[in-house]
């Protein structure tokens, strides 16, 4: 045991090194901007590596799983509070800003949430009472630690169509009144939280001028959200500048602020649905595609940096290409390399492309 705690630290201290020798970190090159996040695990803040390059690059985190409503609240009369704990613990203790994820999301909800005890589904007073009590429970754990919520997670549905709506659980019990009263319970459970709408495919047209409407809507009724959040998963080809920029200044002018709460860009065409099949070969982060991931990150901050006005934190969706959600993702089996850092802990191409302007 003591052989293998002297490793890790011998490694951790090897990794600050490098850091210290090659480069600041991304928090650094951006603290007159914005804050730079990025998604954890529980675990990473035990891993002598992992934790040594959150604290070298980043100012920010967000638990990637640990809060979402399964894990966290698992049955109805149970909490599963040690994972997002020793998130928040860690975030304290170092002094990094933390952001919640998520308090409403039609996915990794638990079936109980909908079902009573003959398993029929619940009423509408039912279930709204149950989403107080979940956001009220969490929202008031972290009181004071978490700066900043995803209140209400992928409420607007893809595709050309005019469903304002997606045809959750929430909406099919409720209606569209779930997604304010989630806002409202949110800033009653801690007044200084900011409240956000986080989303994909916020640039694609149709979905964000939906996604507008939504939101607008709950400005006039003056519901207390206070941003938007664009997930930023994104692809080599997408999007274009036009269309990020459409998406910031659209959100912004309503008087929200706008986060990149998600970032990625895979190397793979974007998918939003997992798919059936398994991947049997072997996928090659090439020269060309690497020089595509480079110029498109490139593109993507000197956007950001363009609208630092309004843009008040980027989040990126994992730490390295050592382990992302975007491997087996929409495919089995098949690797993916989005992130800045390789599988290594060292930075790529486009983490200098982002660095350097």
Not at 205 to 212: F, L, N, P, V
Not at 306 to 312: A, F, G, L, N, Y
């Amino acid at each position: 045991m003591k052989i293998k705690s002297f490793l890790i630290l011998l490694l951790a201290l090897m990794s600050q090194f490098t850091f210290a020798q090659t480069t600041k970190g991304l928090k650094d090159y951006y603290k007159k901007y914005f804050p730079i996040g990025v998604a954890v695990a529980p675990r990473m803040m035990d891993d002598a590596a992992e934790s040594a390059l959150i604290l070298a690059q980043f100012n920010s985190m967000t638990p990637e799983n640990a809060m979402k409503m399964g894990p966290i609240h698992p049955e109805e009369k149970r909490y599963n509070w040690a994972p997002a704990d020793k998130i928040a613990d860690f975030a304290v203790q170092h002094g990094l800003k933390l952001r919640g994820h998520t308090l409403c999301w039609h996915t990794q909800t638990p079936n109980w949430f909908f079902k009573d005890s003959t398993g029929a589904t619940v009423t509408k007073e039912v279930l709204l009472a149950r989403l107080k009590q979940h956001i009220f429970d969490v929202v008031g754990r972290y009181k004071g630690k978490i700066y900043a919520w995803d209140v209400v997670n992928e409420a607007v549905p893809d595709g050309d169509g005019t469903d304002l709506y997606r045809k959750s659980p929430f909406y099919e019990i409720i209606g569209p009144e779930y997604i304010e009263k989630a806002f409202q319970y949110a800033h009653e459970a801690d007044p200084k939280a900011i409240l956000f709408y986080n989303d994909y495919n916020t640039e694609n047209a149709a979905k964000r001028a939906r996604i507008y409407q939504v939101v607008k809507g709950l400005k006039e009724k003056g519901v207390p959200i206070n941003g938007v959040g664009l997930q930023g998963h994104w692809a080599l080809t997408e999007p274009t500048a036009e269309e990020l920029e459409t998406s910031i200044t659209k959100f912004s002018g309503l008087g929200l602020q706008v986060q990149i709460t998600e970032l990625d860009v895979s190397i793979h065409p974007k998918e939003h649905e997992r798919r059936a099949e398994a991947f049997t070969g072997k996928v090659e982060y090439t020269p060309e595609i690497e020089a595509k991931q480079v110029a498109q990150y490139k593109m993507l901050f000197e956007v950001l940096r363009k609208h630092r006005k309004v843009i008040t934190g980027v989040t990126f969706w994992n730490l390295s290409d050592k382990s992302t959600w975007l491997d087996n993702f929409p495919v089995r089996g098949r690797k993916d390399y989005p992130l800045l850092f390789d599988e290594k802990y060292q930075p790529k191409k486009a983490f200098f492309a982002v660095t350097k302007w």
